[in-house]
């Protein structure tokens, strides 16, 4: 069976999207030997045309999500957000078995590569480990009224057959109809969420039997979008972010090395940074 990853990649007027997809590309061929399909627009393509040749391209037409503040500090980072392609992953992927990351997951080792001796069809991640240590991410556990599971769509992995055709299906159902969902479940209804979507369809095609539902098994380490990026060595990045500690006048500037492993970085201005050097 072949086996590959696939990016989406759209770039907006603030960050280069199609950059770090191929900055992360070249790191899935040197640690994990896989062929890696970007998916990505006409205008973006052009922008790195010389830079695509390692890679197979799709090329497709951007689904926007309206516009998104892309830094919680700075009211002048606004753009379209174009994040909605995802849904899409079943239909053009060239492979059997596809793992689908987004184009901020630094990939610094072969642990992906578990997922395709996974006796699952479908997995994404339920739990995340925020690598600074201030559990920032303890209140995505659950999403809307109803406190549905959240599953992230950070990484998704899928072998091609019944199942994940028909999550793949549930999640463009959802997709077609978020506003009726969002009412269902009691979560906000814009802007349209890949995770919210693909945790629906997953709970869905398990007969929303929670506990029935598989998910990759380790955590999905991430550094929350106030912690900034620098690359130490091909394997070592270091996370410098505040904290507050307690009794403090104010927060202390830490920092965490993240070495040898797989981490989603939130901060893409940083990253940018740090890829084009």
């Known amino acids: 069976m072949s086996q590959g990853f696939m990016i989406f990649a759209f770039n907006n007027a603030k960050i280069d999207y199609l950059a770090q997809a191929i900055w992360v590309g070249h790191r899935i061929r040197e640690y994990l030997d896989k062929p890696v399909t970007i998916v990505t627009d006409v205008a973006s393509f052009e922008e790195h045309a010389q830079h695509l040749a390692a890679f197979n391209v799709i090329q497709t037409e951007p689904l926007a999500l309206g516009q998104r503040n892309f830094d919680i500090f700075n009211d002048d980072r606004v753009a379209l957000w174009y994040n909605a392609n995802r849904y899409q992953a079943y239909e053009i992927t060239p492979y059997d078995e596809t793992i689908v990351i987004d184009s901020d997951y630094i990939v610094s080792s072969g642990q992906l590569n578990l997922l395709f001796d996974s006796p699952h069809d479908f997995l994404t991640h339920r739990a995340v480990h925020d690598v600074t240590s201030k559990n920032s991410f303890e209140a995505f556990d659950t999403f809307g009224t109803t406190q549905m599971p959240h599953y992230w769509a950070t990484v998704l992995y899928f072998r091609k057959g019944a199942l994940a055709k028909q999550i793949f299906n549930l999640v463009t159902m959802i997709k077609t109809n978020y506003k009726y969902y969002s ?56 996370f410098r972010y505040e904290k507050w500690i307690h009794g403090q006048p104010a927060p202390k500037n830490m920092r965490v090395k993240i070495s040898e492993q797989d981490v989603h970085c939130l901060e893409k201005f940083s990253m940018g940074e740090m890829i084009s050097g």
């Open 183 to 238: 009412k269902l479940y009691q979560f906000m209804g814009h802007p349209y969420r890949n995770d919210y979507a693909v945790s629906l369809a997953q709970l869905i095609a398990y007969g929303h039997r929670i506990d029935a539902v598989p998910s990759i098994p380790w955590l999905l380490n991430t550094a929350p979008a106030d912690a900034t990026i620098t690359q130490i060595d091909d394997k070592t990045f270091e």
